[in-house]
């Protein structure tokens, strides 16, 4: 099995892509701003889920790059809120949507985590 073959993998990448379009459309000054905070921290999570699953053999270090994962996500969602709040990012339909699809990814990482502290057993 492949990292891309995961859920979570596959979410990150479309909340990848969401935030990237998303924030090269932010007035100029936010582009290198805010923007890249939000774009470094989203692919940190993808990044994060495939570091992992390479050293899946070894459960503490996959538990901690799926944390790892885990708090990107939650920075993702905290600058996209800041973004919101600021008015740099004015479009609502687009806020909750990434909003949305940033906490459903939250969780997912969440549980998937749990299910490694609970069933992962390293290989003989």
């Given amino acids: 099995m492949s990292y891309k073959k995961l859920d979570i993998w596959q ?4 909340v990848v892509i ?7 459309k932010l007035p100029k000054f936010e582009i290198y701003e805010e923007g890249s905070q939000i774009r470094r ?3 940190s999570v993808k990044s994060n889920i495939v570091e992992g699953y390479g ?3 070894y459960k503490q270090e996959y538990i901690k790059f799926i944390t790892y994962a885990l708090a ?3 920075e993702t969602l905290d600058h996209l809120e ?4 600021t ?6 339909e687009l806020f909750q949507t990434l909003h949305f699809k940033i906490e459903k990814l ?3 990482i969440n549980n998937f985590l749990a299910s490694i502290e609970k069933n992962h057993q390293s290989p003989k």
């Avoid at 979410?11 to 479309?14: G, I, L, S, W």
């Avoid at 969401?18 to 090269?24: D, F, T």
């Avoid at 800041?82 to 709040?85: A, I, Q, R, V, Y």
């Avoid at 008015?87 to 609502?92: I, K, P």
């Fill in 11 to 14: 979410e990150a990448r479309e």
């Fill in 87 to 92: 008015e740099s990012l004015e479009d609502v």
């Fill in 55 to 57: 050293r899946r053999r």
């Fill in 18 to 24: 969401g935030i990237h379009k998303m924030s090269m």
């Fill in 82 to 85: 800041t973004l919101f709040e």
């Fill in 106 to 108: 939250g969780k997912k």
């Fill in 72 to 74: 990107s996500n939650d």
């Fill in 41 to 43: 921290s989203s692919k």
